[in-house]
């Protein structure tokens, strides 16, 4: 493999990667924000029926463009060329499908990302607040072009279902309520130094953006909920295209479900191994409790929680750089912050912008009001969205500019090699002793279990499989909401709050759910095979695993065990 070489020549994926960059993030401002492309953070674009239309055209007019150029023997380019040719036919498959006129769901759909885009925009000079001051001002625009699409889908018999409905509902109130996210907007812009003229615009953008919200809450309880269906699942056409989207690679899905139990059943053997070390002789329940209130295992205050979790992500980053992994000099650091109240809880990560003036952050989304912050299940969690999970896999591929091209960098994402690469990190960690305490090693085991417990509940309730005869959990009979929140917090010890979340996000986003634990097999299997090759040390696989940035599964088994 070779640096590409610089050419004046147009006719290469890097320059039509370029152009289509720079459209798509006109066309879509928020997707600019999120990948850091610079001048559009004052705008949302157009957010209704036709929008997606014109992107359509945008994509089939690249997809063009990229079938005509001329043929090459350059690894990098052609490996752009697949990278995006995969991602445009995709992408145009959703269009067709009209899944934008059913995009509802409580984690991953308009509602979640018109706020959350707050959250990647700065906020250190007037510019950035006259960019947030316009957008709190416009976001009704898009709300409304988002109610559009909603509606057309509704004529259409294309319809969210009702689970879906209510908690984007909850949602729409609270970011409508007093005290909430776009007050605490408010509050920082007051705080800021900026000029009063400008306060005065923030203030009365935040009065916009909650009366927006209001709005779309109203139009969902009046108007969308009456006539949307009480049935979660999607059944198998939808739910083949969501796993070959995610994952890009062809799976028997009943397959995986028996191995997903299969999974469950080793998981929770050692499970019970691990809490014996903690507390004998106690359940997994007992355990767990512990954990959650014995202040040896938990930290007190939210600060001294942010600074734990910082604290574990830069000890792994100095002591593995250039032992276990190359770390690009510019995601040396990664924030941790509290995610706005009405995020739906858990952590995730939100990537550098493209010049990395906006470092990579992952954010923890806590139940309101919690005092204590047990650490038991945090430090994978760390692992998994920080270092050496998405931030390094993220960064790595963001550093590497002269080789993949800038919508491969920027706006191209499978889940099956990403969630798939993070949860191989928490198990990577493991292996190389930083879970050695009993109580981190049992955290690692449940987010195992929580993943394993996920490809199930996601198969099983998307294709109505009935649970297995032989499972050791309500064995031959069928899914239902209540038994899928039980399974969560039986197995995968989570609590009632957090398992309806979890349940409830499985529904929504079919498919995403299973690309986890799916991936990671995916890349230990890969990791084995690679073992018989010359090349191999731990340290070069990922090498080739992170430096062929986010690929489909068939694709980086390809890159990875088919190259020189």
Known sequence: ?????????????????????????????????????????????KHDPESWQDLGVLIRSTRSALSQLPPTDQYWERLGRRVLD???????????????LRDLNNIASPPQALRGTFDLMPHASEADWSAIADRLQSIGEAIEGYIDCLAQGQQRGLLAARRQVLACLEQCCVHASDGTFFDTLDHLARDSGITPSLQHLVSSGVQAARAAYARLGGYLERDYLPVCPARDAVGLERYRFATHSFLLTEIDHEAVYHWGWQEIGKLKQQMETVSNRIWPGRCFKEVVQLLKTDSRYSVDSPESFLERMSEIQQEALQRLDNQVFDVPEQVRTVEVRFAPKGSTLGAYYIQPSEDFSRP???????????????????????YHEGFPGHHLQIGVQLSLGDQLTRA??????????GEGWALYAERLMAELGYLGQPEYEFGLLASQMMRACRVVIDIGMHLDLAIPQDASFEPGTEWTFGTAVQLLTSHALMDDENSRSEVTRYLGWPGQAISYKVGEQFILDLREEATREDWFTLKEFHRRVLGAGPVGLDHLKELIIGTA
């Open 86 to 100: 995969e991602y445009l036919g995709l992408g145009l498959e959703r269009i067709e499908r009209e899944e934008h």
């Open 408 to 417: 491969h960098r920027l706006a191209i994402w499978h889940d099956g090699y």
């Open 360 to 382: 990579g952050c992952v954010w923890y989304a806590k139940p309101d009001g919690i005092t204590c912050f047990p650490l038991y299940d945090e430090v994978t969690t760390a």
């Open 1 to 45: 493999m070779s640096v590409r070489e610089s050419s004046t020549d147009d006719q290469t994926v890097f320059a039509l990667s370029d152009r289509f960059v720079e459209q798509l993030a006109a066309h879509q401002p928020m997707l600019a924000t999120q990948m850091g492309v610079a001048g559009h953070d004052a705008e949302w674009g």
